[in-house]
């Protein structure tokens, strides 16, 4: 039997999620995703889009913010980096996920950790839409 790790480097959030720090009453929710207009990501990110699931300025969600990442064939994402983490669930289709110098290949199922501040892309590899989940820290959180 493993013995128990000592996770370090986790904000403490006491203190920072309160009530008066969310923007809109948190509520339960119940949505199809393709009921959640898609939006466009612009030229640095060809045939890619995201849906805000589930976020702070719409759900009150105090922690995480999920999105759909939609990317067509032939598209991705821009190369790039973020002062927080990703987590990722492939929903369907496949892909390539650039981290740092590394490309991981990807396909319905994986998931994928992209640490903070880390220097990542992702490119559809298929012939079919590439989909997956992405959880962020709220936009409270990300800002600070």
């Known amino acids: 039997m493993k013995s128990a790790v000592h996770l370090t480097g986790f904000k403490n959030l006491s203190g920072v999620i309160s009530k008066e720090s969310i923007m809109a009453e948190p509520t339960a929710k119940v949505v199809h995703y393709s009921d959640v207009p898609a939006q466009i990501f612009g030229d640095t990110a060809p045939g890619a889009s995201i849906r805000w699931l589930i976020d702070d300025d719409r759900d009150g969600a105090p922690v995480y913010a999920l999105r ?9 994402s821009p190369q ?6 990703h987590e990722n669930f492939v929903v369907q289709g496949t892909g390539r ?32 839409t590439f989909k997956f989940l992405c959880g962020i820290p709220v936009k409270k959180l990300r800002e600070e």
């Open 80 to 85: 790039h980096s973020h002062p927080y983490e």
């Open 68 to 76: 759909m990442v939609e990317i067509e064939p032939g598209g991705n």
């Open 97 to 128: 996920l650039l981290i740092e110098e590394t490309w991981y290949d990807l396909k319905e199922g994986d998931v994928a950790f992209v640490p903070a501040g880390i220097l990542h892309q992702y490119v559809n590899a298929g012939e079919t």
